[in-house]
């Protein structure tokens, strides 16, 4: 008996990006602009999750990770204050012991010197990436550069903060010291005069709304063709050659997927066999609607872990790390209390009328993002982990998407960030 004969198969064609934020939407618009015909699919809308709330800085001087040396003496005394600046959520602290095992791997001082070259390189280059991105989208408006100010109280915490401004220094990263509440003043006035000392960063830049800065990324890629649709990716299945993307309505088939889906990406690169570890820093904020103080500058509250930075017409303060997975639900005294010291902090300083929130970032124990061909099929390209330098290294990791995408060789030496490093 003959058997019966089936046309085969075209090839699949074409890349899918998984993940409407600030990495996904500005790799797929690197993508269609190299002739890609390029598919963005989002499970809940542009900028809806982590990329809408952060405080919309471009931190190119922020290159030492948190897993610093000697990290883990401090440790206990911030995890165990459920309002400190850095905690862990007790009902996530078993979940999250394998990944702190690796934070504290990380912080020895050849891996801790060995992460700071990567990510020094990883800056430079999303640097001249992004001044080139905003200059392609006529972008200057979206773009604040007014500084920022690192501030210290007494000269016993600025003294401490001076290796690193040394180690920035030594990376290219252009600084000044102000060692007087008046020379901190004539920058932001305003201040309370506890805070004695301050480090600025001239260089540093914002946009105006990281919300606005996505969508308008986002809009260059459908007006020069690209798609965009809404759908929950369930799983990822490799294919010979190309991906088959698993969704809630339906099956999709790629020649190449890049999954940068920030803290979703993990259950995604599980379906592939890939276990890799990557957790969360939830963030807390409140922005305001209109200016309740008269913000000229970034300012960063380091020994208090949090920011206050303008938004549009407003300001949103925010920070601090707060380890508690994906499930737990928020806990708004952390923000409340970022409030009532910026109230303490900032002379006329009115905290009404904000809007809490709360976000994951997406984060791996040495800080370094995953850029790398998926062990799991080498069709599929990581981009995630970035933690709270996603926007700051959106420009750069694009282009070393759209390089591993074309088999080309990437920008910058891309092994620091490889998915089998742990």
């Known amino acids: 008996m003959a058997l019966a004969s089936f046309p085969e198969l075209a090839p699949p064609t074409g890349i899918i990006v998984i993940g409407g934020g600030i990495i996904g939407v500005t790799a797929a618009l690197a993508l269609q602009s190299e002739g890609h015909q390029v598919r963005l699919i989002e499970r809940t809308g542009i900028a809806a999750e982590t990329s809408s709330g952060n405080a919309g800085a471009f931190a190119y001087a922020d290159i030492e990770p948190l897993a610093t040396p000697g990290i883990m003496r401090k440790a206990p005394k911030w995890l165990l204050d459920p309002l400190g600046p850095l905690s862990l959520r007790p009902g996530y602290a078993l979940r999250m012991t394998p990944w702190m095992l690796k934070f504290w791997r990380a912080s020895r001082k050849d891996r801790y010197a060995a992460a700071v070259q990567a990510q020094s390189a990883m800056m430079q280059f999303s640097a001249q990436a992004q ?128 999954l940068a889906a920030g803290a979703w990406s993990k259950r995604l690169a599980a379906t592939l066999g890939d276990r890799l570890p990557l957790d969360t820093e939830r963030g807390y904020n409140t922005t305001f609607p209109t200016a309740a103080f008269d913000l000229r500058t970034h300012l960063t509250f380091s020994d208090h872990g949090f920011v ?51 976000g994951y970032r997406p984060s791996m124990p040495d800080s370094l993002p995953v850029i790398d061909q998926a062990p799991g099929s080498r069709d599929v390209i990581y981009a995630f982990g970035h933690g709270h330098l996603g926007l700051t290294q959106s420009a750069g990791t694009a282009q070393l998407v759209a390089a591993l995408c074309a088999g080309r060789r990437p920008g910058i030496d891309l092994s620091p960030f490889r998915a089998t490093r742990f």
Not at 160 to 175: D, F, K, N, T
Not at 311 to 332: D, S
Not at 338 to 348: H, M, P, T, V
């Open 131 to 258: 001044e080139a991105l905003i200059t392609r989208l006529k972008a200057q408006d979206l773009i604040r550069r007014q500084g920022q100010l690192q501030l210290y109280e007494g000269r016993a915490a600025f003294a401490a903060s001076q290796p690193g401004w040394a180690l920035r220094r030594r990376h290219g990263v252009v600084c000044e010291m102000l060692e007087s509440p008046g020379a901190i003043a004539e920058i932001q006035p305003g201040v309370s005069p506890r805070f004695t000392h301050a480090g600025f960063t001239p260089e540093w830049m914002n946009t105006v709304d990281p919300a606005l800065w996505t969508r308008h990324v986002a809009r260059a890629f459908t007006e020069a063709g690209g798609q965009i649709e809404t759908a929950e990716v369930r799983a990822l299945k490799p294919l010979s050659p190309g991906v088959e993307v698993q969704t809630a309505t339906g099956t999709l088939r790629a020649a190449k997927v890049v």
């Open 308 to 358: 206050v930075t303008r938004i549009g017409a407003g300001l949103r303060v925010g920070g601090a790390v707060e380890l508690g997975g994906m499930e737990l639900p928020p806990n708004y005294r952390r923000a409340e209390i970022l409030l009532d010291k910026a109230r303490s902090f900032l002379e006329g300083f009115d905290p009404r009328g904000g809007k809490q929130w709360m």
